[in-house]
Nanobody, 114 residues
């Protein structure tokens, strides 16, 4: 199983970015998709997730600004990030959970700066 994340980049405060993550390989059924992030000097923290039933969950620090969506049939997920803040700067990692296994993407850099 391989995950390919894309969509990161440099954006001004208040701006918008959409991250994408496509999974490929032998995937029978995805139970959960989501995103973590890691800023320099910080631990990796969960940003958002969505279950196979379509139920999202968000970290408090992104509620109202970020939206996660997923397409289990296409094994693809998205993270729509609005009202970005400098403190959102980090490497964003996508993941999927298939039964007891978790698979990770390679990470995509998001930099919020004027």
């Amino acid at each position: 199983v391989q995950l390919q994340a894309s969509g990161g980049g440099l954006v001004q405060p208040g701006g918008y970015l959409r991250l994408s993550c496509a999974a490929s390989g032998s995937i029978f059924s995805i139970d959960e998709m989501g995103w973590y992030r890691q800023a320099p000097g910080n631990q990796r923290e969960q940003v958002a997730s969505i279950t196979r039933a379509g139920i999202p969950n968000y970290a408090d620090f992104v509620k109202g600004r970020f939206t996660i969506s997923g397409d289990s049939a296409k094994n693809t997920e998205f993270l729509h990030m609005s009202s970005l803040k400098p403190e959102d700067t980090a490497v964003y990692y996508c993941y999927i959970r298939v039964r007891v296994n978790t698979y990770w993407g390679q990470g995509t850099q998001v930099t919020v700066s004027s």
